[in-house]
């Protein structure tokens, strides 16, 4: 299948013919968001290159980390895992092969469409926190897994993901264990999310970009003491567990 190139302002596409339709939604989406985040964040990256892919096995040849990211995580959250980023760059499935992946529940296929969102938020982020990756290797594939829940939390929030993942998060405090606060690399990309939505309850939007753009020495615990304005983090994690319940609920 021929590959060609599909450009807009900000972003150029390089993808299968196939998907040609599909992927101008895909770059009117990134550009929706980026305005958004230049809204929020002080730095936004210029060009950035979208690599759109037709099936998973050619994902995981381009972007080697994301298979091993797979196996990080709750089985609840690995249908999400859909793309990755880097220096300039996102790769991600293509929207029919997204669709395919979503479950039956509501809000599935909407949060696997918003992926190119999520990752390109991932990537904003990362260039307004130099402690976070972008670039990648060993040591800041270590670090991501260890940040995860704030750098993918902060970008599933920021592009509405989180408002979708009801009923996953449900299925997921049904199964296993209780999860971490703050969420470990298991369950960062399905819950990481909503310790920024019940952030922006309580402290506003300022507060999630904080969070999400500086990294004390003091590593989570300090982070989230500094932003919910000093509560110890034990009140902290009984009101964001009373939060996940109610999403669950609702």
């Known amino acids: 299948m021929p590959w060609v190139e599909t450009t807009s302002p900000h972003f150029a596409a390089r993808h299968e013919l196939v998907d040609d339709d599909d992927v101008a939604g895909v770059l009117e989406l990134l550009e929706g968001t980026r305005k958004r985040l230049a809204d929020a964040f002080a730095v936004i990256p210029g060009e950035v290159e979208v690599v759109v892919h037709g099936s998973d096995a050619a994902l995981a040849a381009a972007q080697p980390y994301l298979p091993l990211l797979r196996r990080m995580v709750?089985?609840?959250?690995?249908?999400?895992?859909?793309?990755?980023?880097?220096?300039?760059?996102?790769?991600?499935?293509?929207?029919?092969?997204?669709?395919?992946?979503?479950?039956?529940?509501?809000?599935?296929?909407?949060?696997?469409?918003?992926?190119?969102?999520?990752?390109?938020?991932?990537?904003?982020?990362?260039?307004?926190?130099?402690?976070?990756?972008?670039?990648?290797?060993?040591?800041?594939?270590?670090?991501?897994?260890?940040?995860?829940?704030?750098?993918?939390?902060?970008?599933?929030?920021?592009?509405?993901?989180?408002?979708?993942?009801?009923?996953?998060?449900?299925?997921?405090?049904?199964?296993?264990?209780?999860?971490?606060?703050?969420?470990?690399?298991?369950?960062?990309?399905?819950?990481?999310?909503?310790?920024?939505?019940?952030?922006?309850?309580?402290?506003?939007?300022?507060?999630?970009?904080?969070?999400?753009?500086?990294?004390?020495?003091?590593?989570a615990d300090e982070a989230l003491r500094r932003a919910f304005h000093g509560r110890p983090l034990r009140h902290t994690e009984g009101t964001w567990r009373a939060h996940l319940a109610r999403i669950a609920r609702s």
């Open 74 to 219: 709750a089985p609840a959250a690995r249908r999400y895992l859909v793309g990755w980023f880097g220096s300039g760059s996102i790769h991600v499935l293509a929207p029919r092969v997204l669709v395919a992946h979503a479950s039956n529940v509501p809000g599935s296929r909407e949060m696997n469409l918003l992926a190119p969102a999520a990752l390109y938020a991932q990537l904003v982020v990362g260039t307004n926190n130099p402690k976070l990756p972008p670039p990648f290797g060993p040591a800041r594939f270590s670090r991501y897994v260890r940040w995860a829940w704030l750098q993918a939390g902060a970008a599933q929030w920021f592009v509405g993901q989180t408002a979708y993942a009801r009923p996953a998060i449900a299925r997921r405090l049904r199964e296993g264990a209780r999860p971490d606060f703050p969420p470990g690399v298991r369950d960062a990309h399905l819950l990481g999310g909503t310790v920024f939505d019940l952030l922006a309850r309580e402290e506003g939007e300022a507060a999630c970009v904080h969070l999400a753009c500086d990294l004390p020495r003091g590593g």
